[in-house]
Nanobody, 122 residues
Framework: QVQLVESGGGLVQAGGSLRLSCTASGRPLSSHAMGWFRQAPGKEREFVATIQWSDIDTDYADSVKGRFTISRNNAENTAYLQMNSLKPEDTAVYYC???????????????WGRGTQVTVSS
């Protein structure tokens, strides 16, 4: 079983930056794809970014392209989401997930963290 824990969320001004971390325990993540999703109040969970086990193949939602960067450090069993030029509409709880392959469909991810709150003020 894999346990995921997100960290790095907080309150920032519009235009600011945050780096989210997702650390796994219980099993190495080197063979897993990693994804980041977010959920704003009253809205459904939304795909943000995903990265394959090779650390080469990535995919981003159009809303975050050019601003967010997903990366991973398999030796540390950790995935990251660097968020720059943050906007108020980025406000949400951010979740990391692990799955067998890179995908935008959250149903393809078997393991999930509990989330970390990101709030962007105008």
């Amino acid at each position: 079983q894999v346990q995921l824990v997100e960290s790095g969320g907080g309150l920032v001004q519009a235009g600011g930056s945050l780096r989210l971390s997702c650390t796994a325990s219980g099993r190495p993540l080197s063979s897993h794809a990693m994804g980041w999703f977010r959920q704003a109040p009253g809205k459904e969970r939304e795909f943000v970014a995903t990265i394959q086990w090779s650390d080469i193949d990535t995919d981003y939602a159009d809303s975050v392209k050019g601003r967010f960067t997903i990366s991973r450090n398999n030796a540390e069993n950790t995935a990251y989401l660097q968020m720059n030029s943050l906007k108020p509409e980025d406000t949400a709880v951010y979740y990391c997930a692990a799955g067998v392959r890179r995908a935008r469909d959250d149903r393809l991810y078997a393991y999930w963290g509990r989330g970390t709150q990101v709030t962007v003020s105008s």
